[in-house]
C-alpha cells in the first residue's frame, strides 16, 4: 500500500506521542490544510508536525481497471452505503464530528425526498480517533463495504491516501487536508484548497484602511498552519504589507501580553488572525483590551468567524473584528437572504439535535451535495466509474449559495469571497453585493506567485 510496517509502526508512534504532549485546540474556518482548507480560513490547529512524506505514505497511484470502474459495491436496488473517515475520538473527543454529522444530515433531506433514483443513502461513520494507521484501516473497509468516501475530514488522511491510490475506482467526495491525496484522480473537494489568499480581502482593507500596512501576525506552530502562512504571506507582500512582527505559538497558549506589548511598540496596525482558532483569537482580543491597545485593523481569514467567538472575546470588545470568508454567514445571519442555510441548520438539528455547527458541518454537507449530484447525473444504474466521471464534469460548484463556488473537476480554489464585520456583538456583512451573493472581484493569489480565478 505504499508503505511498510515498520515505518507504519514509527510514524503512529510518533503521532501518538505527539498527541499526548500537545494536545492542540482546533479551529474552524477551511479551510487551511491547514489554515487548511480553505485558502481564507479553515485553520486546523494540528498537534505538533503533520506525517511528513505524505507522498511516500501515499505511493504511487495505480490506472484504474475495468472491474474496478464498473464495481458497485455497496449499492442494492433500494440502497447505497457510503462511509465517512473523520476524527471523533482521541484526544480530542468531537473534533471533527460535525463531519459525519453534516454528511448525515445532507442524506436525511435527500431520502426524505425518496432518495437518488429509488435508493435511500445511508452512512457508515467510521472513527479513526487520531490515529493514521486507523484512517489507513477504515479507508481500507469503506473501500471493501461502501461505494464511497463522502464527507470525511481528518488531520491524517495521508494515510488513506495508500488505499486511493491503489483503488483509483473508489470516489472519495471530501475536503482534504493533505495536497497529495487532493491530487488523486479519484479525489473531490467540494471547495478546493490553495496555499495562498483571495486578494479581494487584501483590497478592501488597503482602500479603507490605507494606513495600517505594518502587519503582525500570530501562527499557530503546526506544520499545516505554518506552511498556509508562507502561502499568506507572499499575498500580503504582493498587496504591500509589512511584515513587521511574526510568531509561530503553541495552540494552547492563552496569555500573549509579550506578543501584544511588542507589536504596540513596532507600530503593527493589522493584526492577522487567519491562522488562529476562535478560542487564541478571542484570547488575543482580550489580552488587547487588557492592554488598552487596539490596532486599526484585527482582522481574520475565517476562523473568528464561530459561535462563540464574541462572547468569549468579551462581547463589545470584539466589535470591529473583521472577517473575510469563503463560505455564507451560514450559523444563521443569512437564512434570509441564502434558502439553503436555513436548510442546512434545519436538518442538521433533525440528525443532531441541539448540535452547533461549525466548517466541519458545512464541508460534510456540502460533500454530500456534490456526491448526490454526481450519483444522480450518473443514472439507475450508477457505477463507481460512473460517478467518478460525473464528478468530473462538475467545474462551478456552490453547494447552492453556502460556499464560494469553486472547480472541483480541476481543484481550482475559491477567488470570491465574503466580507463581515462585528457589530453591535453579532456578524454582519459589509459591502455587500446584495441577495447572499459573493465578492469576485480579485483573484487568488497563490505561494507561485500567480493569479487564479475560480468560477463564479
Not at 505527539?18 to 481564507?40: H, I, Y
Not at 437564512?335 to 442546512?344: G, L, S
Not at 442538521?348 to 460533500?367: C, F, M, N, R
Not at 456534490?370 to 457505477?383: D, E, M, R, Y
Request: charged share 15%; with cysteine.
Amino acid at each position: 500500500m505504499g508503505i511498510g510496517t515498520t515505518q507504519l509502526a514509527e510514524k503512529h508512534r510518533d503521532e501518538a506521542s505527539g498527541s499526548a504532549r500537545r494536545v492542540a485546540r482546533w479551529l474552524v474556518p477551511v479551510l487551511s490544510l491547514a489554515v487548511l482548507a480553505a485558502p481564507l480560513g479553515v485553520v486546523v490547529a494540528a498537534v505538533g508536525p503533520t506525517p511528513s512524506g505524505a507522498a511516500s505514505l501515499c505511493g504511487k497511484p495505480v490506472p484504474i481497471t475495468a472491474a474496478q470502474s464498473n464495481s458497485t459495491t455497496g449499492i442494492t436496488s433500494k440502497s447505497v452505503s457510503v462511509g465517512n473517515v473523520s476524527i471523533i475520538g482521541g484526544p480530542v473527543p468531537g473534533l471533527f464530528e460535525g463531519a459525519p454529522v453534516g454528511a448525515e444530515a445532507y442524506f436525511d433531506y435527500v431520502n426524505s425526498k425518496g432518495g437518488v433514483n429509488g435508493r435511500k443513502i445511508s452512512l457508515t461513520s467510521y472513527d479513526d480517533g487520531f490515529s493514521g494507521q486507523q484512517n489507513q484501516i477504515e479507508t481500507q473497509q469503506a473501500e471493501t463495504n461502501d461505494f464511497a468516501l463522502v464527507g470525511s475530514f481528518s488531520l491524517f488522511d495521508s494515510y488513506g491516501c495508500a488505499v486511493l491510490a491503489q483503488n483509483p475506482g473508489m470516489p472519495d467526495v471530501s475536503v482534504t487536508l493533505d495536497t497529495t491525496t487532493n491530487s488523486l484522480s479519484n479525489v473531490y473537494s467540494a471547495q478546493p484548497i490553495n496555499q495562498g489568499l483571495p486578494l479581494g480581502p487584501l483590497i478592501y482593507l488597503k482602500k479603507h484602511y490605507p494606513k495600517s500596512l505594518s502587519l503582525g501576525a500570530l501562527v499557530s506552530n503546526a506544520a499545516t498552519a505554518i506552511a498556509q502562512w508562507k502561502g499568506q504571506e507572499v499575498a500580503l507582500k504582493h498587496e504591500g504589507y509589512k511584515i513587521t512582527y511574526v510568531r509561530y505559538v503553541n495552540p494552547l497558549e492563552t496569555d500573549f501580553t509579550t506578543d501584544i506589548v511588542h507589536m504596540r511598540s513596532l507600530g503593527v496596525q493589522t493584526l492577522f488572525m487567519t491562522d488562529l482558532d476562535w478560542e487564541v483569537s478571542a484570547a488575543l482580543i482580550q489580552g488587547m483590551t487588557q492592554q488598552g491597545w487596539r490596532p486599526m485593523v484585527s482582522y481574520s481569514g475565517g476562523p473568528a468567524y464561530a459561535d462563540q467567538f464574541i462572547k468569549t472575546a468579551g462581547g463589545a470588545a470584539a466589535n470591529g473584528v473583521i472577517i473575510g470568508q469563503l463560505q455564507a454567514l451560514y450559523l444563521g445571519q443569512d437564512r434570509k437572504a441564502v434558502p439553503a442555510v436555513n436548510t442546512f441548520l434545519t436538518w442538521v438539528q433533525k440528525a443532531k439535535k441541539g448540535w452547533t455547527p461549525d466548517l466541519y458541518t458545512l464541508y460534510g454537507w456540502a460533500s454530500a451535495q456534490l456526491f448526490v449530484q454526481a450519483l444522480k447525473s450518473a443514472g439507475p444504474h450508477p457505477t463507481r466509474g460512473k460517478v467518478l466521471a460525473e464528478l468530473h464534469k462538475v467545474t462551478n460548484f456552490n453547494a447552492s449559495g453556502l460556499l464560494a463556488p469553486g472547480d472541483p473537476a480541476y481543484k481550482v480554489s475559491p477567488s470570491c469571497y465574503i466580507l463581515a464585520k462585528v457589530v453591535n456583538q453579532s456578524f454582519q456583512r459589509v459591502e455587500d453585493p446584495g441577495n447572499g451573493t459573493f465578492r469576485c472581484d480579485a483573484p487568488d493569489w497563490g505561494i507561485n506567485g500567480k493569479a487564479s480565478y475560480g468560477p463564479k
